[in-house]
């Protein structure tokens, strides 16, 4: 119920092309559904999150887009850099404050 | 402002030894979480705090205990290393204000028991 199932564990994309991860969820009491960015030997760093009042959001080359009939959203990288090469984390909670639940991570790498 | 501050960045413990993972925050947070990270595993909860005397388990809390004397300080203490317990821990924060979702993370503790 509180799982949080992501895909692909990794994804090589070459630079300039679209980068999507997916990521489903199954408690119906989730309503906040971020995106996290790690680089190596650093912390999760927040990227975009989304609320599910919309279908989608954007800021710069980053979108989420999301699903909530099929409890699915993914992140979607336009023109992709080899500056967003890192492993992406989808979460979900239900409501502020709560403890994020977080999908298993998928590395990205972006060649040249 | 530093943010999530943690201590140490590495260390090497052996099977039974204990010790105490510290975390700080600047940012005048309620909630602080300690969280673990294994390869292909993402990110579990350890422990939570949602205010100064105030703790609660998390996903995977055995082996370990915390407290939060200060709003500012939520340190995690580890009795009687086991090899299981080496991962990159992290300490992160969120405040409680209308929308206040975002958690903010500290740099990570890289902890080996061998």
């Known amino acids: 119920q509180q799982q949080v199932k992501q895909s692909p564990q990794s994804l090589i994309v070459q630079k300039g092309g679209i980068s999507i991860i997916n990521c489903a969820y199954e408690n119906t009491a989730f309503d906040y559904f971020p995106w996290y960015q790690q680089f190596p030997g650093k912390g999760p760093a927040l990227l975009i999150a989304?609320?599910?009042?919309?279908s989608e959001k954007k800021e710069g080359r980053f979108t989420i887009s999301f699903n909530k009939s099929a409890k699915q959203f993914s992140l979607h990288i336009m023109d992709s850099q080899p500056g967003d090469s890192a492993t992406y984390f989808c979460?979900?909670?239900?409501?502020?404050?709560?403890?994020?639940?977080f999908g298993t991570g998928t590395r990205l790498t972006i060649i040249p | 402002n530093a943010g999530v501050t943690q201590t140490p960045k590495f260390r090497i413990l052996k099977i039974g030894q204990s010790m105490t993972l510290q975390c700080t925050q600047d940012m005048n947070h309620n909630y602080m979480y300690w969280y673990r990270q294994d390869p292909g595993m993402g990110l579990k909860l350890i422990y939570y705090s949602v205010g100064a005397g105030i703790t609660d388990k998390g996903e995977v809390p055995n082996g370990y205990n915390v407290s939060r004397s200060t709003t500012e300080d939520f340190p995690l203490r580890l009795e009687l290393a086991a090899p299981s317990q080496t991962s990159v821990y992290f300490c992160?924060?969120?405040?409680?204000?209308?929308?206040?979702?975002?958690?903010?993370f500290g740099p990570g503790t890289r902890l080996t028991v061998t």
């Open positions: 979460a979900a909670s239900s409501g502020p404050g709560e403890k994020l639940t």
């Open positions: 989304i609320r599910p009042d919309v």
């Open positions: 992160a924060s969120s405040s409680t204000g209308t929308g206040a979702f975002e958690q903010y």
